[in-house]
């Protein structure tokens, strides 16, 4: 069964447009442990949506899981992992927080709920709605 999930990233650690250049990326710098177990959760063919965080906040495109977690090479100590993601679609037009927020649908969505939260997992209808909203649906 495919899961759903969310990852954050700032634009001037990781954006959108570099997963779009790259197709494929280790999705490394997870320091927080609900965050990177999380992460171990995650299996081959999840879809997951990539949000860029702090400049102009929201939802940009869909991504999949295509390796599971294995250990994060950049961590200089302590036990963590990573995923490697590849770029499946942008979204037509960008979920910004926002309308996330002021949408009922996603009310309870981990995003507002738990906002420093950088990995994170979406209920089917929660990752459906943002599709909707950005046209991709």
Partial sequence: ???HWLVKSEPSAYAWEDLEKEGKTAWTGVRNFQARNNLRSMKKGDLVLFYQSVTDPSVRGVTRVVKEAYSDNTAKEGDWSCVDLEKLKPLPSPVTLNSIKNDPKLA???LIKQSRLSV??????EYNRILV???AG
Wanted: no cysteine; hydrophobic share 45%; charged share 25%.
């Fill in 1 to 3: 069964m495919i899961r």
């Fill in 108 to 110: 309870e969505i981990a």
């Fill in 120 to 125: 994170m997992p979406l209920t089917e209808p």
């Fill in 133 to 135: 909203l950005g046209k």
